[in-house]
C-alpha cells in the first residue's frame, strides 16, 4: 500500500517492514516497479528518493502520482541496482586476493 509523502513532494511513500535492520536492503536511487493490482499490465516505474527507518519514499511520474489513490494495494517489486552488483563482485573479487 503506498500513501502520500509528507515533506516530499511528487513521492508516494511505501512502508517496508524490516528496513531498518536492512532486510531488505534498499538503497536511495534503486529501480522500483509498481503494478495495480486488478489493472493487468498497469506498470509503473520509479525510483527510491529517500530512505527513512521503515519507510522508502519513491519518486514516479507526476501522471502516476497525481492519479494514485491513496491506500490501493499494489505489487512492488525492487531491482537491484548494477552499482550495487559491482561492489558485490569487487568484494568477491578483493577475497579471492587475500592469502590462504
Same mark, same amino acid.
Given at each position: *500500500?503506498l500513501s502520500t509523502?509528507?515533506g !516530499?513532494?511528487?513521492?508516494l @511513500?511505501?512502508r517496508v #517492514?524490516?528496513?531498518?535492520?536492512k532486510? /531488505?536492503?534498499v538503497?536511495k536511487? #534503486?529501480t522500483?516497479? *509498481?503494478?495495480?493490482?486488478g489493472q493487468? !499490465?498497469s506498470v509503473?516505474?520509479?525510483?527510491?528518493?529517500?530512505? #527513512?527507518?521503515e519507510?522508502v519514499h519513491?519518486? =514516479?511520474s #507526476?501522471? =502516476? *502520482? !497525481?492519479?494514485?489513490? /491513496?491506500?490501493? !494495494?499494489?505489487?512492488v517489486? =525492487?531491482?537491484?541496482? @548494477?552499482?550495487a552488483?559491482?561492489? =558485490?563482485?569487487?568484494?568477491?573479487?578483493?577475497v579471492?586476493d587475500?592469502? @590462504?
Open positions: *500500500v509523502s509528507m !516530499k513532494p511528487g513521492c @511513500r511505501l #517492514d524490516g528496513l531498518a535492520e532486510r /531488505p536492503s538503497l536511487g #534503486d522500483v516497479t *509498481v503494478n495495480l493490482l493487468g !499490465k509503473h516505474n520509479g525510483r527510491a528518493a529517500h530512505i #527513512d527507518m519507510d519513491l519518486e =514516479f #507526476d501522471e =502516476f *502520482v !497525481k492519479s494514485y489513490i /491513496p491506500n490501493t !494495494k499494489v505489487e517489486y =525492487f531491482v537491484l541496482s @548494477r552499482g552488483l559491482n561492489v =558485490f563482485h569487487n568484494g568477491i573479487s578483493c579471492q587475500l592469502p @590462504r
